[in-house]
């Protein structure tokens, strides 16, 4: 039996306006003992993640301004899910796809100047991109300098850090990254809300985009004949 694959979505808020201002894309698996998380996103086969990409965002795009998919190196420089990325733009336009430059790491390694061009290409098409998991692996700032330019957001992830939001730390990370996208003119969504201490913190830190599960988990979006549950 074929492996089964889905996006779950969780949203983005904006609470300045209270409002959902996208949605993020979240692949997972059917497995005997629920949905979870691929243990290899690079070992999927390139064209069901294309055709997967192509029929969700057809679902998804009346719903919302920004649709945001994750997308590592090595699948940004495949051809077939490249071209499905462009097909997704088409269809759901005027819904802006944000291609979300994940750090997982592929079986080929490509350097920042590797991905310049194609990134290029998808700006070109309307796409807008967005730096995931800054901060931390392989997106701290001399890393990822160069795509910059290019960006129009970038995502700081409180789970991907031991130490909780209230460290003093973690907070001179904020700041430096709401110091960086306001340089250059970028949205800076802070993901990893978890509760209301989390909200009420990065308000005071001048953060008005979020991503959390204090605002919604992710939710499997079915497709048209889906019968299985989210469980």
């Known amino acids: 039996m074929e492996p089964i694959y889905r996006y779950f979505v969780q949203p983005q808020i904006n609470t300045e306006t209270k409002t959902v201002f996208g949605y993020e894309l979240l692949m ?11 243990e ?39 051809t077939s899910i490249a071209s499905a990325i462009t097909k ?16 997982d790491d592929g079986p080929q390694k490509y350097a920042v100047q590797d991905l310049i061009p ?47 939001f209230s460290d003093p730390k973690i907070q001179q990370q904020v700041h430096f990254w709401r110091a960086i996208t306001a340089e250059y003119g970028l949205r800076l969504v802070l993901e990893g809300i978890e509760d209301h201490e989390d909200s009420v913190l990065s308000k005071r830190l001048g953060i008005r985009l979020k991503q959390g599960y204090y605002f919604s988990k992710p939710r499997l979006l079915k497709l048209p004949g889906d019968t299985f549950d989210a469980g």
């Open 28 to 38: 997972k698996q059917l497995t005997p003992d629920g949905w979870r998380l691929p």
């Open 40 to 78: 290899s996103f690079s070992a999927i086969d390139p064209q069901i993640v294309a055709d997967l990409l192509v029929a969700t965002t057809k679902v998804l795009s009346p719903k919302v301004r920004y649709c945001s998919v994750n997308v590592n190196r090595e699948q940004l420089m495949t």
């Open 88 to 103: 997704s733009q088409e269809q759901i336009y005027p819904t802006r796809l944000v291609v979300e430059l994940t750090e």
């Open 118 to 164: 194609q990134l290029k290409k998808f700006i070109d098409q309307g796409m807008e991109l967005s730096l995931d998991d800054v901060g931390t692996g392989d997106n701290y700032f001399t890393d990822i300098q160069d795509l910059l330019p290019l960006a129009s957001e970038v995502k700081f992830a409180l789970q991907n850090f031991n130490q909780g």
